[in-house]
């Protein structure tokens, strides 16, 4: 056994290794792009990408919020419905503003949904490790509060809006900086401050441990309620941040919106290369899982071989082939 | 329990039994194995192991951790295959792919672990799998029947309708070597099968090896503990490092003898020397350590420059003990170190107070098997690696170079995966992450489980080291020959209490084994309050 190796000190190797693990959800974007091209040429012009790209941007940042969740070895089911409830107050807040604040009851009114995307993180966070139940149960819970908060807030129809806001909101969703959609630089900015503490900070190292094995990052002193809650408070945050371009959009708060989307952000990912079990996470794999889930719904509009309602089928038919591809690559 | 009643009725059963069983003569090799041996990628457990096991003979296969022994025992009885060599089987050569196969040649495992359903009851769990039937129907009444008369055989006297969960350990353990015996079996093989038992119960059960020996069935025998191997073994088979010493006559070995072929060197030179006995400054103090559930109303101190060991069986309180005293179990204790007193709530406050508590689970507990080596080594120490925003892993890099050199941890690549290690590195992995937080107690439980002979070595030469830097070690270990080797004082617990201490000329292993075993004022184990 001993001649096998060398105890002779090792060089620095090169920190760079190609994984096809890490590659693939860019490698299935790069795919679809072209199978969309070939499919209607039409589909790669910049006018339909920059759409798309922009529709994918409420998916995008929550389910970046949602790769810490998973990666600490949590769920969160309840952000679609937290999503429409901050909506609600952020709008409902605006509106009541409006008459003494003028346009500035809008950046109060964000910062009142960043409070609200937080506290609501807070919450979800403190029952699953306060109160230790599964987080599957915890925020099915919470799903239910906000689905129904929203729909006793707007009585059942829509918040709209105060007209006297609408114009000065609209840039947040309908602007561009250098001819990219506002959205698309918010969502990167999402996802590379997000990585950066991920992968470069303390937390972000005890996040993935967390999640990978609980029972080691404890024997290592870390606390796992900290680290989950705080995990959840950043999903809160993320949230927050995609209601806050999300009003502009349609103009109102109702109690559908943001319907199902805890399903998109889970399977964005999960396809994105990150471990439904928990440990690392893949947040530049997770933006790309949102962007192909958009641009498939996209290609099935713009092709006639599926009919669109079958959007949702397609994109069940995808995580599942994901868990696969995660299941028997190893 | 009134054995003495039963005992009778129990001899004219297994005459019976005896006459029933007669169509294999002593002495007939029952199953050969040749050359056999066993590589998981590019290493190499098990090498060209050729042992003959006779009809009527118990034999013993003895060897260190990590030494084989469990391997060789599954690819005798089918749960993993062998990469080299075969069986014979009766004079044929067979194959067998999974455990049914085995045991459609006669060959059954009884388990160390004890895997039985606690939610069925005991004569479900004797049938599990191939319930009788009578008319499509499971009959109930003749299972229960047949389970009465196999425990009866066995000497236990538990009823065939009581739930498993209710069921006593050691009992739960004659159930399942009931079930093995159901069928009419040629070879049993046993793997630590005294591992939790006392010593009542050791009794009983080497009764009932003896008693299968008489029916002529053949025994392999798989135990750590020596002087069960010398009382019954014919032959002794020595494994070390995945290697056949050789085979002996059983009673030609002392246990001197076996502990030093399983060893291979001389047992002196396997430990560092000790310091000499000194007066010694207390370090740790704990007073009245309780554990709910596990340990009740412990104290002790370890001094610095001292290896304090802690002994007692499995189920004694050990690791309950002590991860109560570094806040990973509720529990209370009043812990002091150096004269301060700590309030110690999580594993956290632990290790900045100081202490560093190793577990004994380094596969579950200890690593990130799927992780790099870096962010192994320094996940209880982030933040020596993060002086401002974020982590320096350049610092990392430099930290696991360091470890890798001062523990001599044999990679190939500083680039592996944690669980890419072999069990031994593993260990000087934890070691050294444990170490980088700097504390000046660390606690090490089962320090080489499951490692090999110079792994070993080394890392007791390592913890000899770190007393005399002026820490303080404590050693909870199972393997007595290892805390007499290593340590200066012992402490063995029973029952979640400290039952005793022995150091100097007085830590034997028969010292030892009486004060895990039996309480410490009469002397005589009584298990009447299991229940």
């Not at chain 2, 049914?100 to 606690?118: S, T």
């Amino acid at each position: 056994m001993s001649v096998v190796s060398q105890p002779a000190r090792l060089g620095r190797e090169r920190d760079f290794s190609f994984n096809w693990a890490d590659a693939g959800p860019f490698l299935a974007l790069l795919a679809l792009l072209v199978i969309g091209f070939l499919v209607n040429p039409d589909f790669l012009s910049p006018t339909n990408l920059s759409n798309v790209i922009t529709r994918s941007a409420f998916i995008a940042i929550i389910a970046v919020g949602a790769t810490f969740v998973i990666s600490s070895g949590g769920l969160d089911l309840s952000v679609g419905s937290m999503a429409a409830f901050i909506t609600g107050i952020t709008i409902m807040f605006m509106n009541m503003m409006a008459p003494s604040m003028g346009t500035w009851s809008i950046p109060a009114g964000m910062g009142i949904a960043l409070l609200a995307g937080i506290a609501c993180g807070l919450v979800n966070g403190i029952i699953v490790t306060v109160g230790k139940i599964e987080p599957f149960i915890a925020t099915l819970g919470t799903m239910g509060i906000f689905r129904a908060l929203i729909t006793y807030m707007s009585d059942g129809g829509t918040i709209p809006i105060d007209r006297s806001l609408r114009e000065a909101y609209r840039p947040v969703y309908f602007g561009t900086v250098a001819g990219i959609p506002l959205p698309i630089i918010i969502s990167l900015a999402v996802a590379a401050i997000a990585s950066f503490v991920l992968y470069k900070t303390k937390y972000g190292r005890k996040c993935a441990a967390a999640g990978a094995n609980e029972d080691v990052a404890r024997y290592s002193g870390i606390s796992i309620v900290r680290t989950r809650t705080i995990a959840y408070v950043i999903q809160g945050a993320c949230v927050a941040i995609a209601a806050i371009c999300y009003v502009p959009r349609l103009g109102a708060a109702t109690p559908t919106t943001g319907v199902l989307w805890e399903l998109q952000v889970i399977t964005a990912v999960v396809i994105g290369g990150t471990a439904l079990r928990g440990g690392k996470g893949h947040i530049w794999g997770t933006v790309a899982g949102a962007v192909i889930l958009e641009l498939i719904a996209n290609l099935m509009v713009l092709s006639d071989f599926v009919s669109e309602y079958l959007v949702a089928a397609v994109q069940g038919v995808i995580i599942i082939i994901a868990m696969l591809i995660q299941r028997f690559s190893k | 329990m009134n054995q003495a009643h039963t005992a009778t009725a129990h001899d004219l059963d297994m005459e019976r039994t005896l006459q029933r069983d007669d169509s294999v003569k002593a002495g007939t090799c029952l199953v050969r194995t040749e050359n056999l041996s066993k590589q998981y990628g590019s290493v190499t457990v098990l090498s060209n192991i050729s042992i003959d096991i006779n009809a009527g003979e118990i034999h013993a296969i003895i060897g260190e951790n990590g030494a084989g022994k469990s391997t060789l025992m599954r690819l005798i009885s089918g749960y993993i295959n062998p990469s080299v060599g075969g069986l014979v089987v009766d004079g044929q050569p067979v194959t067998f792919t999974t455990p049914h196969q085995a045991q459609d040649a006669g060959i059954v495992l009884v388990h160390q672990e004890i895997l039985l359903a606690e939610g069925l009851t005991v004569a479900e769990n004797l049938f599990l799998g191939r319930e009788l039937t009578r008319n499509g129907i499971v009959d109930d009444r003749a299972m229960r029947r047949i389970a009465s008369e196999k425990l009866a055989e066995l000497g236990c006297n538990i009823s065939p309708n009581m739930l498993v969960r209710d069921v006593a350990l050691a009992d739960r353990q004659l159930v399942q070597i009931a079930r093995a015996l159901l069928d009419d079996y040629k070879l049993v093989i046993f793997d630590e099968p005294t591992a939790v038992l006392t010593g009542d119960e050791v009794e009983r059960l080497l009764d009932i090896v003896l008693r299968l020996k008489a029916r002529n069935m053949g025994v392999l025998y798989i135990s750590h503990r020596l002087d069960e191997v010398q009382r019954l073994a014919d032959k002794v088979t020595v494994l070390r490092d995945g290697k056949m010493i050789g085979t002996y006559p059983g009673r030609s070995l002392s246990q001197m003898d076996m502990a030093e072929l399983m060893v291979g060197r001389e047992l002196s030179a396997l430990y560092p020397p000790k310091t000499e006995a000194r007066a010694r400054d207390a370090m740790l103090r704990v007073t009245s350590a309780t554990v709910p559930g596990y340990v009740d109303d412990v104290s002790f101190t370890a001094h610095k420059g001292e290896i304090l060991g802690f002994a007692g069986m499995i189920g004694a309180g050990r690791t309950e003990l002590f991860e109560g005293i570094v806040g990973l179990r509720p529990g209370h204790a009043t812990v002091e170190l150096n004269g301060a007193p700590l309030n110690i709530r999580s594993q956290r406050e632990a290790i900045d107070a100081g202490i560093g508590y190793l577990t004994e689970d380094r596969k579950a507990k200890g690593l990130l098997l799927q992780e790099r080596l870096a962010p192994n080594l320094t996940l209880s120490a982030l933040g020596r690696f993060n002086p401002g925003l974020y982590l320096r892993k350049r610092r990392e890099s430099a930290a696991l170079e360091d470890a890798v050199d001062q523990y001599d941890i044999r990679v190939r690549s500083l680039r592996l995966n944690a669980g890419q290690l072999s069990g031994g590195n593993q260990q000087k992995l934890l070691l050294a992450k444990i170490l980088l937080t700097n504390p000046s107690v660390v606690i090490i439980d089962e320090p080489t489980r499951g490692i090999d002979i110079a792994n070993k070595a080394q890392i007791y030469t390592f913890i000899r080291k770190l007393v005399g830097e002026g820490k303080a070690c404590i050693v909870i270990s199972s393997e007595m020959q290892e805390l007499i080797g290593l340590c200066d004082r012992i402490l063995v617990m029973r029952q979640g209490r400290i039952n005793g201490e022995v150091f100097g000329e007085q830590m034997t292993e028969s010292n030892i084994a009486l004060l895990a075993t039996a309480e410490a004022d009469s002397g005589r184990a009584s298990e009447g309050g299991r229940a």
